[in-house]
C-alpha cells in the first residue's frame, strides 16, 4: 500500500511539471507565431510599425480580446459559448438605454451594461446546468435572444452618446497619455490588459480557477468528489458574461454608440482567439496568456492583411484557414496526450 501511494505521489509530481512545459512550450509557439507575422508584415510594408498603426491593432484588440478572456472560462470547461457577440451588442445597447434615455450617470449606465452581460451569462448556465440543455443550443438560443431583444430595445436605431464625451473617454481617451506626453495608448487597450490581470488570477489563484479546469478536465470525477458542479458552470457563464458586458461598454464608447445590428460574427473571432492561444477546445487546459496572444495573432494578421491591400473576402479566407489550422493543432495535442 505503502509502494502504490508512493508511486503515485511520484507520478504526480513528475506529471505537474510536464502540464507546466506543454502548456509553456503552447504559448512560446503562440507568441513565435505572433513575432513571425509581426516581422513578416513589417517586410512587405513600411507603414506596418508605424505607431499610430500598432496603437490602432491594439484598438481592435481590446473588444475581441475582453470577449476572448470570457470565452476562455467556458471552453476550459469543455463547453462553448456562441453567444458572446450579440449578448456585447445587447449590453451597448442598455448601456446607451441607462444613459442617454433614463438619464442615469455614466457609472450607474457602465454598471447595467454589464450587469446586462452577467445576466446573460447567467441565463445561459443555468439553462446549461439545470435544464440539462447542451451548451452549443442553448447560447445559440442566447445569441439570438440578445439580438432580437438589443433590436427591439432600440427601435432598430443606433443610440448616440454624442453628449457624452467623459464615455466616449472611456475607450478612446488617454489617461496614460496625460501623464507621459506623446504615449497616447487609448484607455481600451490598458482596461483590457487590466481585464487579462483579473481573468488571469482568478484561474490560476482562486477556487474559481481550480474547479474551471477540474470540470474541464473530468466532470464526472469532479461531481463524485462533492463539488456541485451544477452550479459553479453557473458562475463560469456569469464571469464570462461579465467579460462580454465590458467589451459591450468598450464597443460602445469606441463607436460614440451603441450600434444593434452589430455583433454577429465576433464570437468566432473571439473562439478563434481562444484557440489560436493553446486553449483546447476539449477543455480542461488553457492559460489567459495564451488568449491575449490569440487574440493580437488575430488583430495583427487583419491588420497587415488591410495594410497589404488584400481585399477583404480573401482575409476572411486567410482567418478561416488560420482558424483551421488552429483547431488541427488542438486535436494533434490531444491525440498525442
Not at 510599425?49 to 470565452?71: D, K, P, Y
Request: proline share 3%.
Amino acid at each position: 500500500m505503502k509502494e502504490a501511494t508512493a508511486t503515485t505521489v511520484e507520478h504526480g509530481a513528475t506529471k505537474k511539471p510536464t502540464i507546466a512545459f506543454k502548456s509553456g512550450l503552447q504559448q512560446l509557439l503562440a507568441f513565435g507565431s505572433l513575432i513571425l507575422l509581426l516581422i513578416i508584415f513589417s517586410i512587405a510594408s513600411s507603414n506596418f510599425f508605424h505607431f499610430s498603426n500598432i496603437v490602432g491593432i491594439l484598438l481592435s484588440t481590446a473588444v475581441i480580446g475582453v470577449l476572448a478572456l470570457g470565452s476562455t472560462f467556458v471552453i476550459i470547461t469543455g463547453g462553448i459559448d456562441l453567444s458572446v457577440g450579440t449578448v456585447m451588442t445587447l449590453s451597448a445597447v442598455m448601456t446607451g438605454v441607462f444613459i442617454t434615455m433614463w438619464g442615469l450617470p455614466i457609472p450607474v449606465g457602465i454598471i447595467g451594461g454589464l450587469m446586462t452581460g452577467a445576466l446573460c451569462g447567467f441565463l445561459s448556465g443555468f439553462t446549461i446546468s439545470r435544464m440539462g440543455i447542451p451548451p452549443f443550443i442553448a447560447t445559440l438560443a442566447m445569441m439570438l435572444i440578445a439580438k432580437g431583444l438589443a433590436l427591439v430595445i432600440s427601435d432598430s436605431k443606433p443610440i448616440y452618446f454624442t453628449d457624452y464625451e467623459v464615455f466616449i473617454k472611456i475607450s478612446l481617451g488617454s489617461f496614460l497619455g496625460d501623464l507621459i506626453p506623446g504615449f497616447d495608448i487609448p484607455n481600451a487597450v490598458v482596461i483590457f490588459f487590466l481585464a487579462a490581470l483579473i481573468g488571469a488570477l482568478l484561474l490560476s489563484k482562486t477556487i474559481i480557477g481550480r474547479y474551471n479546469f477540474a470540470i474541464g478536465s473530468n466532470e464526472e470525477a469532479t461531481r463524485l468528489s462533492g463539488v456541485n458542479v451544477r452550479n459553479w458552470k453557473i458562475v463560469i457563464y456569469t464571469i464570462t458574461g461579465l467579460f462580454t458586458g465590458l467589451a459591450g461598454v468598450l464597443m460602445a464608447s469606441r463607436l460614440n454608440s451603441a450600434q444593434p445590428a452589430l455583433g454577429s460574427g465576433y464570437e468566432l473571432e473571439a473562439i478563434a482567439a481562444v484557440v489560436i492561444g493553446g486553449t483546447s477546445l476539449s477543455g480542461g487546459k488553457g492559460t489567459i496568456v495564451g488568449t491575449v496572444i490569440g487574440a493580437l495573432i488575430m488583430s495583427v494578421l487583419t491588420n497587415g492583411l488591410r495594410i497589404l491591400s488584400v481585399k477583404p473576402e480573401w482575409q476572411t479566407v486567410v482567418v478561416g484557414l488560420v482558424i483551421l489550422v488552429a483547431v488541427y493543432a488542438d486535436n494533434l495535442r490531444r491525440r498525442k496526450a
